[in-house]
Nanobody, 116 residues
Framework: QVQLVESGGGLVQPGGSLRLSCAAS????????MRWYRQAPGKEREWVAV???????NYADSVKGRFTISRPYAKNAVYLQMNSLKPEDTAVYYC??????????WGQGTQVTVSS
C-alpha cells in the first residue's frame, strides 16, 4: 500500500507561482509513476503531469511550459512547480501513484485558487 499526502496549495494572484508537494509512504518501491491531476468545480478530474520511475515527464497541453513535475532522487516525494498561474488553473490538485500491480493510490487533494 502507498499513502500520499499533498501540501502547498493556497490562494495566489494571476501570474504568480505555487509549489505543490506530495509525500509518499508505505510500499514506495512498488511505484511505477507518479502523476498530478486536478478537478475544478463542476468539471471532471483531469490529468496534469506525469513522471516515470526513470524520470521521464509529460504534461497536459494546458500546462506545458508553465508547470514542472519533479521527483528528486532518494526522496519519497513528487513536486509540481506551477508558474504563470491563470484563473483557469483553479482546482483541487491530487497526487496519484501508479503501482506496479496496476492499482492507483490517491492523496486527499490540495486546493489551488488563482484570483485577484
Amino acid at each position: 500500500q502507498v499513502q500520499l499526502v499533498e501540501s502547498g496549495g493556497g490562494l495566489v494572484q494571476p501570474g504568480g507561482s505555487l509549489r505543490l508537494s506530495c509525500a509518499a509512504s508505505g510500499s514506495i518501491f512498488s511505484i511505477n509513476a507518479m502523476r498530478w491531476y486536478r478537478q475544478a468545480p463542476g468539471k471532471e478530474r483531469e490529468w496534469v503531469a506525469v513522471i516515470s520511475s526513470g524520470g521521464n515527464t509529460n504534461y497536459a497541453d494546458s500546462v506545458k511550459g508553465r508547470f514542472t513535475i519533479s521527483r528528486p532522487y532518494a526522496k519519497n516525494a513528487v513536486y509540481l512547480q506551477m508558474n504563470s498561474l491563470k484563473p483557469e488553473d483553479t482546482a483541487v490538485y491530487y497526487c496519484n501513484a501508479l503501482i506496479s500491480t496496476g492499482a492507483n493510490s490517491w492523496g486527499q487533494g490540495t486546493q489551488v485558487t488563482v484570483s485577484s
